[in-house]
Nanobody
Framework: QVQLVESGGDLVQPGGSLRLSCAAS????????VGWYRQAPGKQRELVAG???????TYVDSVKGRFAISRDNAKNTMYLQMNNLKPEDTAVYYC????????????????WGQGTQVTVSS
């Protein structure tokens, strides 16, 4: 069983930055693909960024050039650095641990964190 705990969500002004963290328990983190999802009110949950054990990454088009996903396998922790935040980035952000899949899905989550709220507003 893997438990994921996110932190770092906050209220920030447009153009600001935040860094989300997700700490994982257990001993499978280093060998699994991980990612950050978000869900805004009235919208479907979407994969924002993902990273494989070897460091290959993917990003949704709307965050390319602004967000960066990283992982520290020694600490069982993943991060999402978010820069130049926009109001449309407002959502609950979830970290997930799972398996890499083919096609547009990219990641099949097996474990989810509880979510952390990111609000971008002036």
């Amino acid at each position: 069983q893997v438990q994921l705990v996110e932190s770092g969500g906050d209220l920030v002004q447009p153009g600001g930055s935040l860094r989300l963290s997700c700490a994982a328990s257990g001993d499978i983190f280093s060998v699994r693909t991980v990612g950050w999802y978000r869900q805004a009110p009235g919208k479907q949950r979407e994969l924002v960024a993902g990273i494989t054990p070897r460091g290959s990454t993917t990003y949704v088009d709307s965050v390319k050039g602004r967000f960066a996903i990283s992982r520290d396998n020694a600490k069982n922790t993943m991060y999402l650095q978010m820069n130049n935040l926009k109001p449309e980035d407002t959502a609950v952000y979830y970290c997930a641990v799972g398996s890499r899949t083919g096609g547009s899905t990219w990641l099949r989550p097996d474990y989810w964190g509880q979510g952390t709220q990111v609000t971008v507003s002036s």
